[in-house]
């Protein structure tokens, strides 16, 4: 007997993988849970959205977004939760650097950094993410 053959996945459309990211991550910041395999990325595969805590993930991002708007007047305003969306831009869009087992994707002035689970390079998952700033000495 033959193995039963898997169908091909349906054609790559990022515009499409950024509606699902950005619906997976609502979800991940509404319910305090996370996705496994919230998006696809071209070349990395499956991107998970942790919820996290205080020091990784979505919870770390929001967490890090409200305590500079609360020490920057300038910041008042902005919301945690859109940093968070723009980051699934960053990674469908942006321009991607391997750092050891870690990948920095940069896009349109923010950072998105992404990890795997140790010996799983296909499934990566949103370990932080900012807005860059420079800073000048």
């Not at 940069?106 to 990566?124: F, I, K, S, T």
Request: net charge positive.
């Amino acid at each position: 007997m033959q193995p039963k053959m898997q169908p091909n996945p349906s054609p790559y459309d990022p515009i499409e993988e950024a509606a699902k990211g950005k619906a997976n991550a609502i979800k991940v910041i509404d319910e305090g849970c996370d996705v496994g395999a919230a998006f696809r990325h071209p070349i990395l595969g499956h991107i998970s959205l942790l919820y996290g805590d205080r020091e990784k993930g979505i919870r770390h991002i929001l967490h890090r977004r409200e305590r500079e708007i609360a020490d920057n007047a300038r910041l008042i305003g902005q919301v945690p939760r859109d940093v968070v969306l723009k980051l699934i831009e960053v990674i469908l869009f942006g321009k991607m650097t391997r750092i050891g087992p870690k990948y920095n994707i940069d896009h349109d002035g923010y950072r998105a950094v992404l990890a795997a689970p140790a010996g799983d390079q296909m499934n990566y998952w949103l370990l932080t993410g900012f807005k860059v700033t420079s800073v000048k000495r």
